[in-house]
């Protein structure tokens, strides 16, 4: 976690309710993160992996690594 945190990043993960040490988290941004992935995961090409080669299913996770970056500082500047 500290490397994310150096870099800007806010890590957010949510914790079980029976932690002893509760740590907080914005809860708005782990439900943006949680849609986020519930999105992709309805994306066949991600989890079928239909791409031939190595190299152009990398240069689309790349891709939308990249529009998952636009879209959070977008939604952080809102």
């Known amino acids: 976690m500290l490397l994310f945190e150096s870099k800007g990043c806010e890590v957010v993960i949510s914790l079980k309710r029976n932690r002893k040490?509760?740590?907080?988290?914005?809860?708005?941004?782990?439900?943006?993160?949680?849609?986020?992935?519930?999105?992709?995961k309805n994306s066949r090409r991600i989890f079928s992996?239909?791409?031939?080669?190595?190299?152009?299913?990398?240069?689309?996770?790349?891709?939308?690594?990249?529009a998952c970056i636009n879209f959070c500082s977008q939604s952080l500047q809102n």
């Open 21 to 40: 040490v509760q740590r907080f988290y914005d809860k708005n941004i782990y439900k943006e993160r949680e849609c986020f992935f519930s999105k992709i």
């Open 49 to 66: 992996r239909f791409d031939k080669t190595a190299e152009v299913f990398i240069g689309f996770l790349n891709f939308v690594d990249m």
